[in-house]
Structure formats: C-alpha cells, structure tokens
C-alpha cells in the first residue's frame, strides 16, 4: 500500500499543527492540536485552507478523510486566543472579523473541493468542531463521539455553525441544538442525518478510510461533477434544479470515464476509468 507523509505547519519544534498522508487515492488530514482540543485557532484555520486548496490541485487524489488526533475530535475556535485579543486597542474587531472570515473560507473550500471528504470523529465536535463535521461530504462517527453547538452557553450564539448545520438536518433540530447548547449523542447524530455511520470506537478511522477506498474506486470525473452539482442543485428551486441537473449530466454522458463505464457494464468487466490508471 502506497503511504506518504507530510507535516503541514509547525506549532512546536517537533509538531505539525496537520498531519497528510497518502494511502494510494486518498488523503487523509490529521488535526493535529491534541493539547488544545483541536481548537480552530488562526494559525489552525489558514493551515487546514492551505492543505484542503492543494490537495483539491492534485488529480491524484480522489476522496479526504478528515481526522483527529486526541480525545476530542475538534473543540471550536480556540477562547483563549479570542480573549487574549480583547486586549487590541480595537477589541479585537479586525481579528475577529480576520478569524470568521477565515473560519468561514475552510468551510466553504471544503465544500469547494472536487474530492469527496469524510469526516472521522473518534470524540466531541464543539461550536466551530460540528460546523467542521456537517461541512463535510460524509462524516463517521465513534460511538463515543457528542455534537454540539454550545455558543448560547457563554453569550455567543453559533451563527456560522449555524449555516452548516441548517444544511444538513431539520431546521427544529437544527434549532435545538442552537438553542440549548446540548450535546447529543452519536447515535441521535445519525437520526437526524448530520453523520452516516456510527462505529465502536477506534473503528472509525479504519471505517472511513475504508469507505473512502470504496469511493476511490469510481470515476475521478463523475464524482468531481457530481459532487459540485449537488450543492449547486439544492439551492435552487425545482425546475431550475432539474433544468441544472439535465444540463449537468448531458455533459457527463458524453465524457470518456461515461463511454468507458457504460461498457464496462455491458461487457460485465471492471471499468478502466481514463487517466487513472
């Protein structure tokens, strides 16, 4: 099995702040703040953009796995980095504008990303943390694993995590979570649809890599657009939607990887997708 390693960003002498590796198509990025929580701080969030915007560069890579080292899956922003800011002489209005704007761009390059990306939580997804998870493709979770947006618990209500969240489950539970700040368990995640799959714990790394490899296996091409048409298809009305998706998969149905699986089908053999070896 082809494995690669590299440390993107130091936060010590000896410490990535993320962790990639390659297991042949797919890349897997390590949250790296096991001491913090994995708490998004600035450094944190420019570093995750960084490493999301090459990897979505590089065609050799078909699916992300997104996981975490330590206890807790990630925390939120990090609150002593944002109190610390207080002390600016504008009260931190520019880094806080700074961090949510920036907070808001890794979640939007991931949703960008032509590569699917699962979410690994093997502990608590916080505030920021859940956003984290509902703004990936797909996210399996440890059975250990709590959710939870807690911002109204000390005076600061889970706005952006509130987008991401809004688009993943019912807008009353949505709601609940906003307004209690309750964690819930793995299990209610998967009821009401912000997770796939539930695992015991330390099964959900191998379970989403697994699925990441099954994933892997299809046509780079179809889950590249694929992928970018559901979430441009699912803000628009209905028609329109159906206008969208007719114009989307006419294009797919005349691409190579298309021709190649339709005969692969008929012929009852493995497809070779084109370019991918």
């Given at each position: 099995?082809?494995?690669?390693?590299?440390?993107?960003?130091?936060?010590?002498?000896?410490?990535?702040i993320?962790i990639?590796?390659?297991?042949?198509?797919?890349a897997?990025v390590?949250?790296?703040?096991?001491?913090t929580?994995?708490?998004?701080?600035d450094a944190l969030?420019?570093?995750?953009?960084?490493?999301?915007s090459?990897?979505?560069k590089?065609?050799?890579?078909?699916?992300v796995v997104?996981?975490?080292n330590?206890p807790?899956?990630?925390?939120?922003?990090?609150?002593?980095e944002?109190?610390a800011?207080?002390?600016?002489?504008d009260?931190g209005?520019?880094?806080?504008?700074e961090?949510?704007?920036?907070c808001s761009?890794?979640?939007q390059?991931?949703?960008n990303l032509?590569q699917?990306v699962?979410a690994?939580?093997?502990g608590p997804a916080?505030?920021?943390?859940?956003?984290l998870?509902a703004s990936c493709?797909l996210?399996?979770?440890?059975?250990?694993?709590?959710?939870c947006?807690?911002g109204v618990?000390?005076?600061?209500?889970c706005s952006?995590?509130?987008?991401?969240l809004?688009?993943?489950?019912?807008?009353k539970?949505?709601m609940?979570?906003?307004l209690t700040?309750t964690?819930?368990?793995a299990?209610?995640a998967?009821r009401?649809?912000?997770?796939n799959?539930?695992?015991?714990?330390?099964?959900e790394h191998?379970?989403?890599?697994?699925?990441?490899?099954?994933i892997?296996?299809?046509?780079?091409?179809?889950l590249?657009v694929?992928k970018?048409?559901f979430?441009?298809q699912r803000?628009?009305?209905?028609?329109?939607?159906?206008?969208?998706?007719?114009?989307?998969m006419v294009?797919?149905?005349?691409a190579?990887?298309s021709?190649?699986g339709?005969?692969?089908?008929?012929e009852k053999?493995?497809p070779?997708?084109p370019?991918q070896?």
């Amino acid at each position: 099995m082809n494995v690669q390693s590299t440390a993107a960003h130091v936060h010590s002498a000896e410490e990535p702040i993320v962790i990639q590796q390659r297991i042949g198509a797919v890349a897997i990025v390590t949250l790296n703040r096991a001491q913090t929580r994995n708490s998004l701080s600035d450094a944190l969030l420019t570093k995750l953009t960084e490493t999301f915007s090459a990897i979505g560069k590089d065609t050799a890579i078909r699916v992300v796995v997104l996981a975490a080292n330590g206890p807790a899956f990630c925390a939120g922003h990090d609150l002593k980095e944002i109190t610390a800011r207080r002390a600016d002489p504008d009260w931190g209005l520019h880094f806080y504008t700074e961090l949510l704007n920036s907070c808001s761009a890794l979640m939007q390059t991931i949703i960008n990303l032509p590569q699917a990306v699962i979410a690994a939580v093997q502990g608590p997804a916080s505030a920021a943390g859940c956003q984290l998870v509902a703004s990936c493709d797909l996210a399996v979770a440890s059975s250990a694993a709590t959710f939870c947006t807690p911002g109204v618990d000390i005076g600061l209500f889970c706005s952006t995590p509130m987008v991401a969240l809004s688009r993943n489950v019912a807008p009353k539970h949505a709601m609940e979570m906003l307004l209690t700040g309750t964690p819930i368990s793995a299990d209610e995640a998967l009821r009401i649809g912000l997770i796939n799959r539930v695992v015991e714990p330390g099964r959900e790394h191998t379970v989403a890599i697994d699925l990441a490899n099954h994933i892997a296996s299809k046509s780079g091409h179809a889950l590249k657009v694929g992928k970018a048409a559901f979430y441009r298809q699912r803000e628009m009305n209905l028609s329109d939607a159906y206008r969208y998706a007719s114009e989307v998969m006419v294009q797919n149905m005349l691409a190579a990887d298309s021709n190649e699986g339709i005969c692969a089908f008929l012929e009852k053999r493995p497809p070779k997708w084109p370019g991918q070896g």
